[in-house]
């Protein structure tokens, strides 16, 4: 199935980080294109939660540079500088479905949250297993 594209979530934790490294992993054995993706979004309370936050911080810069940060850390240079980048700001579930439009696989990493925790905090991966468009990898954690 060369030519396909695998899309990968990235955050920058540890379970994001071998998550990216597998799906580079599977894309080198296929010969798909790899595309890396980190979101961000604002808190609903952004503005009462922090009012010293100045006025220069972007979250979108943060976010590129954790994705940078994270396929310098994770991927050989060569592979890292043919993965495609992609911020997208919005919720992390519905900007992974979004980019996996059209992919041949998505891949994230498992926080490895149960329970209770994973009834309060939700589930990155538990939502887009249950809602995307193409195959799901969840890269368990250790």
């Known amino acids: ?13 540890a379970p994001s980080l071998k998550a990216l490294k597998w799906a580079a992993a599977q894309a080198a054995l296929t010969g798909d294109s790899l595309q890396a993706v980190i979101s961000w979004e604002y808190p609903a309370s952004w503005a009462t939660l922090m009012p010293g936050v100045p006025p220069e911080f972007d979250p979108e810069r943060l976010a590129k540079q954790i994705l940078d940060e994270s396929l310098d850390t994770a991927l050989d240079p060569k592979v890292a500088a ?61």
């Open 82 to 142: 043919a993965t495609t980048r992609t911020v997208i700001g919005g919720n992390a579930p519905q900007a992974l479905l979004d980019a996996a439009k059209g992919a041949t696989l998505l891949v994230v990493g498992d926080r490895g949250y149960s329970g209770f925790k994973a009834a309060v905090l939700g589930s990155v991966s538990s939502h887009v297993t249950q809602h995307s468009p193409c195959p799901v990898v969840v890269v368990r954690g250790e």
């Open 1 to 13: 199935m060369a030519g396909g594209r695998i899309v990968v979530g990235v955050d920058g934790s």
